[in-house]
């Protein structure tokens, strides 16, 4: 499974990290593309210092696992950047506002929308991860959008029927949904009347 993995700025940065510790763990190829304030969200919310340059913070996001491949924001000629290419999902988590207004509107700025206009436009699987609270009339809207046009909207809100005893836990059953919407089979977190 050949998967791309988009990274904005919105809190959820532990949400990104079990989605691609899943993937290496299914041995999924992935993709791996951050914004600059995706770098700083990981950098804050994973290692607790933003100052850490773009490198290191990628490098330990990704801890050199195998089948992983990291891309620029510009890299325009990213297999994710064409329609041609044979991926088979694409992931944004956390997916900021600002990229869901963007994906919305059909306009791209980087590689994390270009990609997921290749998803929506090819009618491949794209599951966007937003996490803002509370949400406005146009955020909403932005939203509507994308699931109209094909889009997996699959907040980063955890249940708690699951009996969680931890953030982990909690992480961990936003991270199955997300796996389950890929098709990748995972013990994460407790199935219902089970």
């Given at each position: 499974?050949?998967?791309?993995?988009?990274?904005?700025?919105?809190?959820?940065?532990?949400?990104?990290?079990?989605?691609?510790?899943?993937?290496?763990?299914?041995?999924?190829?992935?993709?791996?593309?951050?914004?600059?304030?995706?770098?700083?969200?990981?950098?804050?919310?994973?290692?607790?210092?933003?100052?850490?340059?773009?490198?290191?913070?990628?490098?330990?996001?990704?801890?050199?696992?195998?089948?992983?491949?990291?891309?620029?924001?510009?890299?325009?000629?990213?297999p994710f950047a064409s329609g041609s290419a044979r991926i088979d999902a694409y992931v944004v988590c956390p997916c900021s506002m600002s990229t869901v207004g963007t994906l919305a509107t059909?306009?791209?700025?980087?590689?994390?929308?270009?990609?997921?206009?290749?998803?929506?436009?090819?009618?491949?699987?794209?599951?966007?991860?937003?996490?803002?609270?509370?949400?406005?009339?146009?955020?909403?809207?932005?939203?509507?959008?994308?699931?109209?046009?094909?889009?997996?909207?699959?907040?980063?809100?955890?249940?708690?029927?699951?009996?969680?005893?931890?953030?982990?836990?909690?992480?961990?059953?936003?991270?199955?949904?997300?796996?389950?919407?890929?098709?990748?089979?995972?013990?994460?977190?407790?199935?219902?009347?089970?």
């Open positions: 499974m050949k998967v791309f993995l988009g990274i904005t700025g919105a809190s959820g940065a532990p949400y990104a990290k079990g989605i691609l510790d899943g993937l290496v763990a299914a041995g999924a190829e992935v993709g791996v593309c951050a914004s600059s304030a995706g770098i700083e969200v990981l950098a804050t919310e994973l290692y607790r210092d933003a100052s850490l340059p773009r490198d290191e913070v990628l490098a330990r996001f990704t801890d050199h696992a195998a089948g992983v491949t990291i891309y620029a924001p510009d890299d325009w000629k990213s059909g306009a791209m700025a980087n590689l994390i929308h270009r990609a997921a206009s290749v998803a929506l436009k090819e009618g491949r699987k794209l599951v966007l991860v937003p996490r803002e609270t509370p949400l406005s009339f146009i955020h909403l809207q932005g939203l509507a959008t994308l699931q109209q046009a094909g889009a997996v909207i699959l907040f980063a809100a955890p249940g708690f029927y699951h009996g969680a005893e931890t953030v982990d836990d909690l992480v961990d059953f936003i991270v199955a949904r997300i796996l389950d919407q890929l098709g990748l089979d995972n013990t994460l977190a407790a199935r219902w009347g089970q």
